[in-house]
């Protein structure tokens, strides 16, 4: 039987990594509420004809995630700690964001035969996902990223000083 490689965790570390925390339900309901803000600014943006589907579930369920997977694992490091975590928070799910929008636009692009190989769909995904960034550069969406990662932080600091 193959066994894939696996790396030596410690098992204080593995627990850490799905232990429920107060500070991690509050870091997933703050960074889902970013995530439910910056799609609704960014939906009137986009062209008429788009069709948004999964788009605001997906990007609540990936804010839900980031925050409890990132924000709600860093907690007690302070004022300026919290506003770092709480902004790293918000990078990693407009990173997420972007790249599963752009594979699930490839994936649709795909099946209506528009690219020629994989490797084609595969630069679709950079391609299309550097087009959804573009609309991510206005003044309000960037403020409200901001301003919702820092409160995300410090809401998350909050929390995690309140319950232990």
Excluded at 3 to 32: D, H
Excluded at 105 to 119: I, S, V
């Amino acid at each position: 039987m193959l066994q894939l490689y696996q790396l030596p965790l410690s098992p204080a570390y593995q627990e850490s990594l799905v232990m429920p925390t107060a500070a991690r339900l509050v870091a997933a309901l703050c960074l889902a509420l970013v995530a439910l803000a910056v799609s609704l600014e960014v939906m009137p943006r986009m062209p008429e004809s788009t069709d948004f589907g999964y788009f605001v579930p997906l990007n609540i369920a990936l804010g839900l995630v980031c925050g409890w997977v990132v924000t709600g694992r860093h907690v007690r490091l302070g004022f300026f700690g919290a506003i770092n975590n709480g902004i790293a928070g918000v990078a990693v799910l407009v990173f997420w964001g972007l790249v599963v929008q752009g594979g699930y636009e490839m994936f649709r692009l795909a099946m209506n035969r528009r690219y020629h190989g994989p490797l084609e769909a595969i630069y679709g995904i950079f391609e299309l996902s550097v087009g959804y960034a573009q609309v991510l550069l206005a003044p309000e969406i960037i403020a409200t990223l901001v301003i919702g990662g820092i409160l995300s932080g410090l809401i998350t600091e909050l929390a995690g000083k309140l319950w232990r």
